[in-house]
């Protein structure tokens, strides 16, 4: 079945330098949406950013991420991280339409210090 | 703005127990989903629906059952509650159409703690 990989359960870096969160997606669908959802401490999920388009960059909040279809990734990245960019990240898949729901990855925990 | 509200935000009950967690949304969306989040394991789908009447199960349907009574809400029944079901539990709507402007918006989410 469909499925999404983040490698990193937690990531921990120092304000300023860039973050780069991995995801790789499995699905016989041909045309599938990508999402990155955030989740700040004691809040819920709320959509980051997203994409359909293979091979563009698709930008929001100072974040972007470009959907490969050759090689099924979706990554994640900052050019300079911020304290308050400290949260949970979910990579997630939509077979598109008609599509029962997303399915989301495990998740990576971004922590930033000072 | 789009608005998912969740009741009870918690919920302490008892071993053998029935618990019901409640969703209402004002998206006028056809589609509204629950999760569970638990660390390590993300979110995962536990029940779905397409609108009034219709339920479907998710990926981890065992020992819950849905009820979409009315396209504004949903709920989420544990007949039976058992210590395993303790997490955080999320409602979301979302838009049937899964074009571009797909989107879920999610809840507050609610704490259960089964004992």
């Known amino acids: 079945g469909d499925s999404v990989t983040q490698t990193e359960g937690l990531v921990t870096l120092t304000e300023g330098l860039p973050v780069m969160l991995n995801c790789t997606y499995q699905?016989?669908?041909?045309?599938?949406?990508l999402f990155w959802y955030v989740q700040h401490l004691n809040e819920s999920p709320r959509l980051l950013l997203k994409s359909f388009t293979d091979n563009k960059r698709t930008e929001h909040q100072g974040f972007h991420a470009t959907l490969h279809k050759s090689s099924s990734s979706f990554h994640l990245q900052k050019s300079s991280a911020q304290l308050s960019d400290s949260a949970l990240y979910y990579c997630?898949?939509?077979?598109?339409?008609?599509?029962?729901?997303?399915?989301f990855g495990t998740g990576t925990t971004v922590s930033v210090s000072p | 703005e789009a608005a998912v509200t969740q009741s009870p935000r918690n919920k302490v009950a008892v071993t053998g127990g029935k618990v019901t967690l409640s969703c209402n949304q004002t998206?006028?969306?056809?589609?509204m989903y629950w999760y569970r989040q638990d660390t390590g394991h993300g979110l995962r789908l536990i029940h779905y629906s397409y609108g009034a009447g219709s339920t479907e199960k998710g990926d981890i349907p065992d020992g819950y059952k849905a009820s979409r009574p009315s396209q504004e809400n949903f709920s989420l029944i544990l007949e039976l509650a058992t210590p395993s079901q303790t997490s955080v539990y999320f409602c979301a709507s979302g838009d049937e159409n899964w074009g571009r402007d797909a989107e879920q918006f999610f809840g507050p989410g609610t704490r259960l703690t089964v004992l």
């Open positions: 997630a898949l939509s077979e598109g339409q008609g599509g029962r729901a997303l399915i």
């Open positions: 699905t016989i669908y041909s045309n599938p949406f």
């Open positions: 998206n006028n969306h056809n589609n």
